[in-house]
């Protein structure tokens, strides 16, 4: 049985295809558009997913899309109604497109279908999830766990922000619901709006600006006690309600009413590229703490409700590391589980997922102790003919590496040399991070490594910070964390004894200074709160990445490197090898290794192409 899901027409559209339940393939539509967070119809992904299982459209069982449109109108109407007057602009922008496009969604997707199918897409079943449902479900069924609550925390769906479930065997039941206006992605987009970054792309920026605010100063209690007191009440059991008389993406073109925002914390919105001061650090410090606050007490009242003691997250919200590293540690639950790809695009996996457990009602394997996502490399993977295809068309040279260890030695000793090296090898990664196969990397210990990083490499502003990838085995020799983290989504702290001591005025010294002193003996990857963004390597999952870093490890006596994604500012993560060839030569990185071809910079033909990579992504 062939189920392919789609998620589609909002940001992060994708594609994720089932066969007999165990995923065949899935992949982002902006990795083969190059457009990120592509909206448009998944057309090239779910061409791949039927390339990869060597199928057609009309070998397909179903086809799914991860929300209900009608009920998303119906959203649009009343809450215009509700708003009336006010919104008549958005209003009358909004509906013309909802009328030709989105209420006709069926049809839409079947002449889509029949272009990838060349007109063979008829009596195709077509069927749709609810929104949360598709993320509950892309959480639980490719988790380790026969049981556990399910914790579901977005932007908005049809009309729900957020969701508890509870999720046993091969059935979810969902349980309690928060709905829109309130959500909690909102309010955190709404203060990513207010602090320059762009919305539904820049809430990692957010989340890694707070760290540069002060945690014991007066700023961050007034700005946290300005939210509580004007922006929203907090219940109990987590769920929230937002005075809407601040916020304008109810019926308005913007997040947020700039006015009366500058008159609670006392300074207006920052435009974007302005330079960031301390008080837009103790602001996006204040609206972290809170987003914890709000998701702890959403996963307690899950396990008050559930019973259950494992917990599984998923959308837009689960992908704040820094809010899962707290709830891990908090000990409410015996272990947790989140979908790398758990914003919208994970979507499309949970709607196939829903319909093949839920709906045909397949039975739902027992775990071997791992979870079902094959590491979450289910993309495209490239043979040496076309690798040496793109070598050929732009003249590179390069060098194949024997088999065995040679490729493994010689990349280790670039990265300590202090080399930035472009790593590409096998299936692209599903969701957000590159875990390992698309990635750029640099030596942890090196001091210099983040600024060269993040001002020659990658282009972005010099306060984001980089993550490491670590041995699985060697994880507790420098994180305080017992669990593993396979993909990039939890926070754990920098050992106590790697850490060097702060300065008596550290946090009040302006933020360039904060950024580049020296915190640890591995300072490229140890952001101002002595925590990381960590991903576990795991032999199993992915050998030659494991085995890239038990290189390393043997030339310097450190298991630990720095890993970011392929790709610059504003574009997507690289998929072909021409896309990492290309982002390779219009960057200082010194090596760019695909398969087992190394290309060394400096024997490189100079780069014959404009390097218009701000014209052609534009800034995330």
Request: neutral net charge.
């Amino acid at each position: 049985m062939h189920i392919l899901g789609i998620s589609a027409f909002y940001h992060d559209s994708a594609a994720a295809l089932l066969k007999d339940g165990e995923i065949v393939a899935a992949a982002q539509e902006e990795r083969f558009t190059r457009k990120k967070h592509d909206p448009s119809f998944p057309a090239h992904a779910a061409s791949f997913c039927l390339q990869r299982a060597r199928i057609g459209v009309e070998d397909l069982d179903a086809v799914v899309f991860y929300d209900k449109p009608l009920l998303k109108f119906e959203r649009l109407l009343e809450t215009y109604y509700a708003f009336a007057p006010r919104g008549l602009k958005s209003f009358l922008s909004a509906i013309p497109v909802w009328i030709k496009e989105k209420v006709f969604l069926k049809k839409l997707i079947r002449d889509e279908l029949k272009r990838i199918g060349n007109g063979t897409a008829k009596g195709v079943k077509l069927l749709f999830t609810d929104h949360h449902l598709a993320h509950a479900a892309s959480a639980f069924f490719p988790s380790p766990f026969p049981e556990a609550a399910i914790l579901t925390i977005d932007g908005v769906g049809e009309w729900a922000t957020a969701s508890i479930g509870h999720g046993r065997d091969n059935d979810i039941t969902l349980l309690k619901e928060m709905r829109f206006p309130h959500s909690v992605g909102l309010l955190y987009s709404a203060f990513t709006h207010y602090l320059g970054f762009r919305v539904n792309s820049g809430e990692y920026k957010l989340m890694g600006l707070a760290p540069y605010g002060d945690p014991d100063s007066e700023q961050v209690r007034r700005y946290r006690e300005a939210i509580r007191t004007h922006l929203v009440d907090v219940k109990e059991d987590g769920s929230i309600w937002l005075n809407q008389d601040y916020f304008d993406y109810a019926t308005g073109l913007s997040m947020v009413k700039d006015d009366k925002w500058a008159a609670i914390f006392g300074f207006p919105r920052r435009t974007p590229e302005t330079a960031i001061e301390q008080r837009h650090g103790d602001l996006a410090y204040a609206i972290q703490q809170v987003t914890e606050e709000i998701v702890m007490k959403m996963a307690r009242t899950a396990r008050r409700l559930t019973g259950a003691e494992n917990l599984c997250l998923s959308g837009g919200v689960a992908l704040n590391c820094v809010a899962n590293g707290k709830l891990l540690r908090s000990g409410d639950f015996a272990g947790i589980w989140i979908q790398s790809a758990a914003g919208d695009a994970g979507g499309a996996l949970g709607a196939a997922y829903a319909i093949h457990h839920m709906y045909h009602r397949k039975p739902r394997p027992r775990a071997d102790g791992g979870d079902r996502m094959h590491g979450a490399y289910l993309g495209p993977d490239f043979d040496d003919l076309e690798i040496l295809a793109t070598a050929k068309k732009y003249r590179a040279p390069c060098h194949r590496m024997k088999e065995g260890g040679e490729l493994s030695a010689a990349v280790a000793g670039y990265l300590a040399a202090g080399k930035a090296v472009g790593w590409f090898q096998g299936r692209m990664e599903w969701g957000p991070r590159a875990l390992g196969n698309r990635s750029i990397l640099g030596d942890a210990r090196n001091k210099e490594m983040q600024k060269r990083l993040n001002l020659k490499i990658k282009f972005r502003e010099s306060f984001r910070p980089f993550a490491p990838s670590v041995l699985a085995e060697d994880a507790a020799e420098y994180f305080e964390l017992e669990a593993p983290s396979p993909y990039m989504l939890l926070i754990a702290d920098v050992r106590k004894e790697r850490r060097n001591p702060l300065p008596p005025d550290y946090h009040r010294q302006p933020i360039r200074d904060k950024l580049y002193y020296v915190r640890s003996d591995i300072p490229a990857i140890t952001h101002l709160d002595f925590t990381a963004r960590l991903q576990t390597v795991h032999r199993e999952t992915n050998p030659r990445f494991w085995e890239l870093l038990n290189a390393f490890k043997e030339r310097t006596g450190y298991g630990v490197i720095v890993n970011t994604s392929f790709n610059v500012r504003g574009e997507p993560i690289v998929c072909t090898p021409e896309d990492a060839y290309r982002c390779f030569m219009r960057t200082d990185m010194d090596y760019l290794v695909v398969g087992d071809f190394i290309f060394a910079k400096t024997e490189q033909p100079p780069w014959q192409e404009k390097d218009n990579w701000q014209e052609e992504y534009g800034l995330d």
